[in-house]
């Protein structure tokens, strides 16, 4: 089978391989691909190498003179062989990403015309107008862009459609460092009063978001079952992820597939209790009862299906209003838990171990400017540390702070 290769440019090639004649046409059909590589010995045995390799996969019909799709057609292969690994919620953002950002952009182009250039034209507009009502979007928005087309491209390469992933020489945008703003402990107990006076649903959830650092999916996951009011103690071992309207809510692992118990304080304990009691009177009410494997927060009064995870935060947007925290996040109440026992001078493992990190190591990368001790000394596994209006001690097995009207108990 006939082969070539050109030099394009100043470190590419071109490699053009015979694919037969067209039926139809009655002309002759090449496949054609670009090289980056230097014009020197070396850059010409990997084009060598390259072509060798092309040609092999035309001959075994691996590629096809046609086989050059559009960066839409690839995009939906991508996700299609993808899909099965991510979860609801990814794919729906994903394929929301690409139909928004990527699809109306450069979604006609063949992908074997893709180059970095045109990539980061694209980041570039969409640093400008990318974002609702044409207005800028957030860097790290564009930066997920980037990691899609990286992807896709990459798998590309894989499949043999292309043999140079362009995203590899693109610029996406750099990041700004994450900034954790957790509330201040005054303030927070300030929104828990307003809550308290007239939605016990709502003042559960949030007192156990402040008191255990579960994220949101993972507390409007948990069911009756979870909780042990004998022991004081809450088990997550699951996440509630929305897939849109499509799929639906669908019940999955924690982010990091592990399983963990969380003691909680004896305030908090009493009210999840009080809780419980309030959700069987509502069951009885209306001739029914609560299951073994009944939501702890749900729409339903048997407690068959849970709160969305997206509810939670509109609720919490109403509520920050009012306390006057326009600029704290709902997932800022899990920075809020972790700062406050890193503060208090309880050891990182245990500040993991309630957090559900798998390595206290995330954790110290996220929170260690928030330790006390900033000259590079061990925090060591057993301190006392007494602060205004706090009282915290520490131990190896866990440990116990209360702060104002919110109580937090990190024991294992």
């Keep these: 089978m006939k082969g070539a290769a050109r030099k394009r440019g100043t470190d590419r090639w071109q490699i053009q391989v015979y694919a037969g004649i067209d039926p139809n046409t009655g002309r002759e059909r090449r496949v054609t691909r670009t090289i980056v590589a230097p014009h020197t010995k070396a850059g010409e045995k990997v084009v060598d190498q390259a072509l060798a390799a092309l040609i092999l ?68 507009q969409l640093r400008k107008k990318g974002g609702e009502n044409g207005g800028p979007l957030a860097p790290a928005s564009v930066r997920r862009v980037h990691v899609i087309m990286h992807a896709a491209l990459g798998q590309a390469v894989k499949w043999g459609l292309i043999a140079v992933n362009a995203a590899d020489a693109a610029t996406a945008p750099s990041l700004p460092p994450s900034r954790i703003t957790p509330p ?65 809510l669908v019940e999955r692992g924690t982010k990091t597939g592990r399983k963990w118990k969380v003691a909680l304080a004896p305030a908090t304990a009493e009210r999840v209790r009080v809780f419980r009691e309030v959700c069987e009177k509502r069951a009885a009410a209306v001739g029914t009862t609560l299951g073994r494997n009944a939501y702890m927060f749900a729409p339903e009064l048997d407690g068959s299906t849970s709160w969305r995870p997206d509810s939670v935060s509109a609720r919490w947007r109403r509520v920050r209003k009012l306390a006057g925290l326009d600029d704290v996040r709902l997932h800022d109440l899990r920075h809020y838990v972790a700062t406050q026992l890193l503060g208090a001078g309880v050891d990182p493992r245990t500040v993991a171990g309630r957090l559900g990190h798998a390595n206290p190591t995330v954790t110290m990368t996220v929170y260690g400017h928030f330790l006390p001790e900033k000259n590079g000394r061990a925090v060591r596994s057993t301190r006392r540390r007494k602060t205004a209006g706090t009282r915290c001690v520490g131990s190896s097995s866990g440990a116990e702070c209360w702060q104002g009207s919110i109580g937090m108990n990190s024991s294992r």
């Design 57 to 124: 996969d035309v001959e075994h019909g691996r590629i096809g003179a046609g086989d050059d799709p559009t960066v839409t057609e690839l995009l939906e292969r991508w996700v299609r062989a993808r899909e099965p690994e991510w979860s609801p919620k990814t794919t729906l953002e994903n394929r929301r990403q690409i139909r928004l950002k990527i699809v109306p952009n450069i979604g006609n182009r063949r992908v074997s015309k893709v180059r970095a250039a045109d990539l980061d034209v694209l980041y570039a």
């Design 184 to 248: 201040e402990p005054d303030a927070l107990a300030k929104a828990m009063r307003l809550v308290d006076e007239g939605d016990i649903d709502y003042a559960t959830y949030l007192r156990l978001a402040a008191t255990t650092g579960a994220r949101r999916s993972q507390l409007v996951a948990l069911h009756w079952s979870d909780i042990d009011l004998a022991a004081g103690t809450i088990t997550f071992c699951r996440a509630m992820i929305d897939g849109g309207p499509e799929v639906g």
